[in-house]
């Protein structure tokens, strides 16, 4: 059994009580579009225009399932804008994909541009102020990897498979307080050197993950069958 992180294979044992000399930790990795450098055919401007975005903008990518919290994401969000109101947040995922839509309500400052093509992404995360992932369950997350490939600082949910992958290159914050994700993004505004440590660890961080180092240990693991 190929499993992305600890934290997933720990779970399968959990729950199945299978034997872990069964189970083989392989990560995912980021796609090779957002290490090949930003398309210079398009600029910023060139988003904002085709999506709607706003000038500076906290992030958000993934779909808007329950467990990711969006919900808390805004309220928290909304909070923060107290102090700073001409924040912007931009959540991107398809709203009636996952019958969630009521959940997520409207909010001031708050952009709900839809699907982004698979090619704008990269230039999308580099465009961010800060990348923030408030997930309450993961078995990896890409995201994490995508917005440090693109020297974004991230912030992230404070579970155990967030810390595995991001480890020191991510700010943490209790997914379930508001009060501690109000207070990292305090954090980040108030500490340009908190932005530039956590974007210089994130970078150091990504080199941890590759498809290519992936798919050899997954073909190793075949032909010893």
Known sequence: IVVPSQFTKDEVIKYY??????????????????????????TDETLRQKYGLPASFF????????????????EAFTEYRVRFPDAELVIVGNRQGHHVDQAIREAPGVTFPGYIDEADLPRLFHMAK?????????GFGIPLLEAMSQ???????????????????????????????????????????????????????????????SGAVLLALYNKQ
Do not use: C, M
Not at 17 to 31: D, P, R
């Open 59 to 74: 992030l958000y990518v993934g779909t808007l399932q329950p467990r990711k919290n969006i919900p808390f994401l805004i």
């Open 130 to 138: 800060v990348f923030i992932f408030p997930s309450l369950y993961e």
């Open 151 to 213: 020297s974004v600082p991230v912030i992230a949910s404070d579970i155990a498979v967030l810390r595995e992958i991001g480890a020191e290159a991510v700010l943490y914050f209790d997914p379930k307080n508001v009060d501690s994700l109000v207070q990292a993004l305090y954090s980040l505004e108030d500490s340009l050197a908190k932005r530039e440590a956590l974007v210089a660890q994130g970078t150091t961080r990504i080199q941890h993950f590759s498809w290519a180092k």
């Open 17 to 42: 009580g299978i034997n872990e000399e069964k189970i083989v930790v392989i990560s995912n990795a980021i796609g090779s579009h957002f290490l090949a450098g930003l398309n210079t055919l398009d």
